[in-house]
């Protein structure tokens, strides 16, 4: 989906105009697209199958299936609706396996995105970034891009351990392996932020085919050449065809999310 021009976002005691751009591609190499996004106010999130693994689509689907059923549209959820879908979508993704499924027979998915959610007395509405594996989110404050979630891979944990630097981990062998996903168990443990409407004014949600063919540099780059000229329409466009341009080697899934007030 795209839609060019905002569309107003109304809650108590406010309410927001909304630019929303989302773009998924199958990529120059997969022949099976197995992301799957949704971007529909109060929710923006994408879910990327687990490459290698049975029903990495249906898993992905499954996902975006359980979130539009459990968060009413066009209205601010909380943080508890928004982890009980997480729940519910870990619940739907193990039903995919069946008995005996074990290590790549097991359908998984990441899960990240963006919610908008009650801010309780502190604020009218807070934005609740959520996260399970290496899918991302990045907030855009207009001028730099700060990433804001933090990926569940075993590079990451090496990175954390100070083995290796960031820079290693984007060639290192073992970037691929996730070490939390929905669907590998009967509970997830998902990470979550609540970020003030002051934080960012943007964020961007995409899948690791995004991330493991631009840098940051390359991404905020094109944020920035949007930002400039005040125009954010075709920015999923720009954003897919340079990673489709740089290899394209998986599915590539981006949603942006930019937040004004009228």
Not at 66 to 90: C, K, M, R, W, Y
Not at 119 to 132: A, D, Q
Request: with cysteine.
């Amino acid at each position: 989906m795209a839609t060019d021009q905002p569309s107003t976002f109304a809650f108590p005691g406010g309410s927001l105009e909304l630019f929303i751009e989302a773009r998924g591609d199958v990529g120059a190499v997969r022949k099976v697209n197995e992301d799957s996004l949704l971007a529909a106010p109060p929710v923006f999130l994408v879910a990327d199958g687990m490459g290698g693994h049975a029903k990495g689509d249906a898993a992905s689907q499954a996902v975006t299936q359980v979130f539009a059923e459990h968060i009413a549209p066009g209205v601010l959820s909380t943080p508890e609706q928004v982890l009980d879908a997480i729940h519910s979508a870990n619940d739907a993704v193990r039903d995919l396996s069946t008995v005996g499924d074990s290590g790549t027979a097991v359908a998984g998915t990441t899960l990240t995105g963006v919610a908008l959610v009650d801010g309780g007395e502190e604020s009218p509405y807070s934005w609740m970034v959520f996260n399970v594996g290496d899918s991302r989110v990045y907030g855009w404050d207009g001028r730099v891009l700060r990433q804001q979630s933090v990926d569940h891979s075993a590079v990451q944990e090496m990175v954390d351990a100070g083995l290796i630097s960031a820079e290693d981990a984007e060639q290192h062998p073992e970037r691929n392996v996730i070490t939390r996903a929905l669907g590998a168990e009967d509970s997830v443990d998902v990470d979550v932020w609540l970020n003030q409407p002051t934080d960012y004014s943007t964020y961007l949600v995409c899948s690791d085919g995004l991330t493991k063919e631009l840098e940051r540099s390359e991404i905020s780059a094109i944020f920035a050449r949007h930002e400039a000229s005040g125009d954010f329409t075709g920015i999923t466009d720009e954003l897919v065809q340079a990673a489709l341009e740089a290899g394209g080697r998986d599915n590539v899934s981006v949603v942006v999310v930019r937040a004004t007030t009228p």
